[in-house]
Nanobody
Framework: QVQLVESGGGLVQAGGSLRLSCAGS????????MGWFRQAPGKERGFVAT????????YYADSVKGRFTISRDNAKNAVYLQMNSLKPADTAVYYC?????????????????????WGQGTQVTVSS
């Protein structure tokens, strides 16, 4: 059974930091792009960040650029999201996701429809 399991969410004050982790099991994701998405109450799930399977290419939503950093460890089948300078607007359930294997190590994917594996989500709450 293929699984992605997020951890590291919680309650933090504005300006604080959190590091989300996502551990994969059931198959290797070393040839998949990985991404983070988030969904706030009453809003649609939106793109946050993505990283190529080589780890050499990343892309961020404008709202998090310069504050969030995505990284991965293929040996551990894991992806991470370092979140700094958190704002109340960052409050959401955060999901990690994986694409099917991609042919080029620098490929990125920003559309949720291109991700076929999803975690169950972890809540991040930023208080003002």
């Amino acid at each position: 059974q293929v699984q992605l399991v997020e951890s590291g969410g919680g309650l933090v004050q504005a300006g604080g930091s959190l590091r989300l982790s996502c551990a994969g099991s059931g198959r290797t994701f070393s040839s998949s792009a990985m991404g983070w998405f988030r969904q706030a109450p009453g809003k649609e799930r939106g793109f946050v960040a993505t990283i190529s399977w080589s780890g050499g290419s990343t892309y961020y939503a404008d709202s998090v650029k310069g504050r969030f950093t995505i990284s991965r460890d293929n040996a551990k089948n894991a992806v991470y999201l370092q979140m700094n300078s958190l704002k109340p607007a960052d409050t959401a359930v955060y999901y990690c996701a994986a694409t099917r294997p991609l042919s080029l190590p620098t490929m990125l994917r920003v559309s949720a429809g291109e991700y076929i594996y999803w975690g169950q989500g972890t809540q991040v709450t930023v208080s003002s």
